[in-house]
């Protein structure tokens, strides 16, 4: 019987033990798995043959292929698989097919790598980052994040490292892979040797121009859109620095999120993602069936 959606082969009770080691992202989603939401009664979230979130409708032979790449607010933590903005979408836009390339845990470091690997074999038609504030932390080897990894889990999937940026004398990115398995930084105060939030901010920018030419070098439209709004200061210096990106944040309040069981966009936000969303995805696939760019 050919593997579905629909017939997992394996359930976890985890979101992190959906993960397996990848070279190249760190790590990724296990093909044909699937996990139980805790907080939320009979609700099971999908992973396609293909590793990636289960869209329903998505028939892969239709263009313009969209992905739309971000961390789990794209994955879609706590929601079913109908439930996540990139299954509104699809459900809205039947003559397009919707891929969701959100991963939980991922930084735009990672969501860049993967989009290179779409780039290559030629899977996607049109791009949409998705950005929160917390990816600035994800994107640099930053010991607050770096600790998160020190989590027995981790150790026990077998993931070795993550890529993350840094910027050389000319302010262009470079990507190394730290070993997360650091028990150092356990007990070690970073504090007076962090750098600030300018530089920390400096660093995600410097990633999404780069985002930005790799896409521009191929032809692929590309738009960039802020999820959250906890940041303002961030959100600020991304919109300065790439005009084109869309604030489509949702307040961080029990309406639109999980609260107090979880801190991930809900239903009723994803329901305006996927409203704030359609204009700009419409655009993009005009760009497309035109050969333009954005």
Known sequence: ???TSQTPQKIVNKPRLL????AVLGWRLTPGHAVRVGFR???LQTINPQGWRHVPGQDRSTRPRVAFYGCSFTYGTGLADDETYTALLQRDLPDLCILNRGIGGHGTVQNLLQMRRDIA??????AVFAIISDHRFRNIAHPQRMRQYLSREWYKLGVEHVPVARLDAAGQVQITYPQIWQPALRDVNFSAFLPDDYMINQATLAVLELVQNT???VGLPLTFVL???LDAGFNAAVCNRLPQTRDISTPHDRAHRFLPHDIHPNMLANKL????LTPLVTALCSAVRTGQTI
């Open 19 to 22: 993960f397996r080691p990848d």
């Open 41 to 43: 009664e009979g609700i």
């Open 121 to 126: 074999a030629g899977d996607i038609d049109a």
């Open 273 to 276: 993602y996927a409203e704030r």
């Open 215 to 217: 896409a521009q070098a």
């Open 1 to 3: 019987m050919a593997l």
């Open 227 to 229: 999820l959250d709004s």
